[in-house]
């Protein structure tokens, strides 16, 4: 009968409804999901990839170097399956098949692209650097000030409590500096530098007369316990998944404050193909998705969505919903939606060795380095380009890995190997790159993925600001490490191509204006009001520090906001 | 691993990257190729843990190579992880050790006293670096520089290795940045 089939669709939309919608778990998924349900709502939070639980999936972790049989290499059988991490760093035997199968998930290079991408529970939150800097108004002002692209819609004050938020929940180690350019958080302890780290900040500090500082990073790693989580225990295996929950990640942080609630409901191999677009309330109704494991399409329900598929993943979402009404998606109305794609360049800077210090060593394997702290074209300082960089880096023993020029083969060998070497620091800079309109993505109609789906064409690259840039990210490290006694100094400049910094950003910019940017100052698309986009996508410069804390921060305020508008009817 | 060590440690690595780390695949290849010339015969698993012995000992504080089944390690990375060209320069490697041998002492490897291995692999070395030096960067590797790679490498992250000619430490629990060393103390191992 026609009323059974309509009840049956009826009890199918309320089995399938929920009060909010997250695409994605990673860093930034995950704290939608915690905000969310925290604040009473039930919550469906959609994985494109496989489970991955905290601990029981960390299968590595525990392993001495060698019970892996390729002692942490990764065979040419995995890398035929990720050729593009097989051109990274990232390719290393424990967690290959962290990273998603690049054959399965193609894409298009129209210029060369390194896209480093997690697909299973927890995304890029497993694997993530950790380092945690908040950003400064010096950073949400630069596009004004430099009249380059559109203003920020937001300033430090309005992020300011969000991270102080995001901090005491997450924990992050620092030291407090008093630096107006990278403000101080709610810090852990601050993890210690070895001795050659702390003269060599010192003699920086006195050759540049206190305006650069060489400081211990701030990174997402427990120096102290928190409620559920046991403090880093410095083995330095974080990106395996850490068995202590040691640092911040979906799997020991987030998901178990949402899961508590009893509101979240999560659900894997879910790649959500559009979000379902209302032209009458002009609002998404809900997501579409493919089961990566039957085929079989799906849809869901609720008041709210959250976009937090990372930067270039949730920008092909968008471009994908709302095709009747606008050909180029959702939020495409301001020309803006796939363009402007920033990240961080890097891979240049400077190495040398240390002479003495034969009497100093250290214990325990430091998950962190030392930060230099962005010094260009501030405070007076005035470059040949905009904007700035920060270097990251570290000094230590060399081990066995090193070269002994006068020893080949034997006892005497094997011996001098058994100690440690020679001190030597390095540090590598991480540049900002302006928003280029033309830096962007697209669809590819033509490639398919190995669900029917059509992939991102990727034509980004370095312009001209970026490149003078290099050059001075160098021969600043140089002259700082010549400044501060370290000998046989080496630079390099590996070149970049953009998304190798694994910082993509800005493909749905915020901005003050409908006509040119795709979000407002709450992450809400200008064009659907109930939808937020709050990982990279939604920024409208990089800055120069490690976004991901301002992701984390952007999210739980957008979180809130959507929750009020909620309560008061506004969406 | 995070970004500062890759960027150190690897290229640190007796002077440039690990061999079959950094593979450069341009698209996906149909399947892996093995290089016929491989061959892992136990006479030639026993040659190899000679070889990798005779560069790492057995001494006083530990053991050698051949404590950590250096032969079959070097079997399981060039079967597994080497490029076909690289799998091809190694398993030639041994002919070409062995007639080294055979033109300075008239005996094959294997035959040689511990002096004679030693001293054999010392000018072996010396021409191994100075062709590494001179090659170009996309030129073949010299096969000893293969061998004593994996040797060192296989050795000093093997349990024997490890722990016994360097310390290791599975769980530190604390970090100390600056404390005293002296000599004669052992380096850590990761």
């Known amino acids: ?571 | 691993m995070n970004r500062r060590e890759a960027l150190s440690s690897v290229a640190l690595l007796l002077g440039g990257t690990i061999i079959g780390a950094d593979i450069f695949l341009s698209g996906c290849k149909s399947d892996v190729k093995i290089s016929s010339a491989l061959d892992f015969s136990p006479e030639n698993i026993a040659f190899l843990d000679e070889v990798g012995e005779t560069i790492l000992p057995t001494t006083a504080g530990s053991p050698g190579a051949k404590a950590a089944q250096i032969g079959q390690f070097m079997k399981t990375i060039v079967t597994d992880c080497y490029e076909e060209k690289d799998q091809k320069i190694f398993a030639e490697g041994i002919g070409k050790l062995n007639a080294a041998s055979k033109t300075k002492y008239d005996k094959v490897f294997m035959e040689l006293g511990a002096d004679q291995k030693h001293d054999l692999l010392v000018a072996i070395d010396k021409e191994a670096k100075d062709y590494q030096k001179t090659k170009k960067p996309e030129g073949p590797n010299h096969y000893f520089t293969l061998m004593k790679q994996l040797t060192l490498w296989g050795y000093f992250t093997s349990k024997p290795g490890a722990t016994q000619a360097l310390r290791y430490v599975a769980v530190p629990g604390r970090y100390e940045g600056c404390i005293p060393y002296k000599k004669g103390d052992k380096a850590w191992a990761t």
Not at chain 1, 104 to 133: C, H, M, N, V
Not at chain 1, 191 to 214: F, L, N, P, Q, W
Not at chain 1, 239 to 251: D, L, M, N, R, V
């Open chain 1, 1 to 571: 009968m026609p009323g059974d089939t309509l009840n049956i669709n009826n009890k199918a939309t309320a089995q399938h409804t929920y009060d909010a919608i997250v695409i994605g778990s990673g860093i930034s998924g995950g704290w939608a999901a915690k905000e969310l349900t925290e604040k009473g709502l039930k919550v469906l939070m959609l994985e494109r990839g496989r489970n991955f639980e905290h601990i029981k999936d960390y299968k590595s972790a525990s392993k001495d170097p060698w019970d892996f049989e390729h002692h942490g290499q990764a065979t040419q059988e995995e890398l035929k399956r990720h050729p593009i991490i097989a051109r990274t760093w990232g390719k290393s035997e424990p967690i290959i098949d962290y990273w998603a199968n690049d054959v399965d998930a193609p894409y298009t290079e129209i210029k060369p692209f390194k896209w480093w991408r997690s697909y299973q529970f927890g995304g890029r939150s497993i694997l993530w650097g950790r380092q945690s800097y908040r950003w400064s108004d010096f950073d949400f002002d630069a596009n004004k000030k430099d009249g380059w692209a559109i203003d920020w819609p937001i300033r430090y004050k309005d992020l300011s409590p969000w991270y102080d938020h995001v901090e005491k929940f997450i924990g992050v180690n620092g030291s407090r500096e008093n630096l107006p350019q990278l403000p101080d958080g709610h810090f852990l302890p601050a993890m210690d530098m070895t001795c050659v780290e702390k003269d060599v900040a010192a003699r920086i500090k006195e050759k540049y007369k206190g305006s650069r500082h060489m400081i211990i990073g701030r990174s997402a790693n427990l120096t102290a316990p928190i409620a559920g989580r046991t403090q880093c225990q410095f083995r330095n295996r974080c990106w395996e998944g850490c068995p202590f929950g040691g640092y911040f990640s979906t799997q020991s942080s987030t998901f178990p404050a949402a899961n508590a609630t009893g509101n979240l409901t999560v659900r894997p191999f879910s790649i959500v193909t559009k979000i379902i677009y209302d032209k009458d309330s002009k609002k998404a109704k809900g997501v579409e998705i493919l089961d990566a494991e039957n085929n079989q399409t799906y849809q869901y329900f609720s008041k709210i969505v959250f976009v937090n598929a990372s930067a270039l993943n949730s920008a092909w979402v968008l471009m994908n919903s709302a095709t009747d009404v606008w050909p180029d998606g959702l939020g495409s109305s301001s020309g803006e939606l796939g363009h402007n794609i920033m990240d961080h360049h890097y891979n240049c800077g400077a190495s040398g060795t240390v002479d003495g210090y034969e009497d100093k060593y250290y214990y325990g394997r430091r998950p962190n380095g030392v930060y230099v702290v962005r010094f260009a074209n501030l405070f007076g300082d005035k470059r040949d380009y905009l904007r700035g960089f920060g270097y990251q880096g570290g000094a230590s023993r060399e081990g066995w890995s090193r070269s002994v020029a006068e020893l080949s083969v034997g006892a005497g060998f094997k011996e001098a190997l058994t100690e440690p070497g020679q001190w030597t620091m390095g540090m590598t800079a991480f540049g900002e790159i302006l928003p280029h309109h033309e830096n962007k993505i697209t669809l590819d109609k033509t490639k398919k993925d190995k669900w029917g789906l059509p992939v991102l064409a990727m034509d980004a690259e370095l312009k001209d600001n970026e490149l003078k840039m290099r050059k001075d990210m160098v021969s600043e490290a140089k002259a700082m490490f010549e400044s501060s006694g370290i000998k046989n100094i080496n630079t390099w400049d590996g070149g970049h191509q953009i998304g190798d910094g694994i910082h993509e950003m800005g493909t749905a910019r915020m901005g003050r204006d409908p006509k040119t940017s795709v979000l407002n100052e709450h992450n809400q698309v200008w064009d659907a009001k109930n939808v937020f986009v709050t990982d990279g996508a939604c920024m409208t410069s990089a800055a120069c520090q490690n976004p991901s804390l301002t992701y984390m921060a952007l999210t739980a305020r957008a979180a809130n906001f959507s929750v009020e508008e909620l309560k008061k009817g506004n969406i």
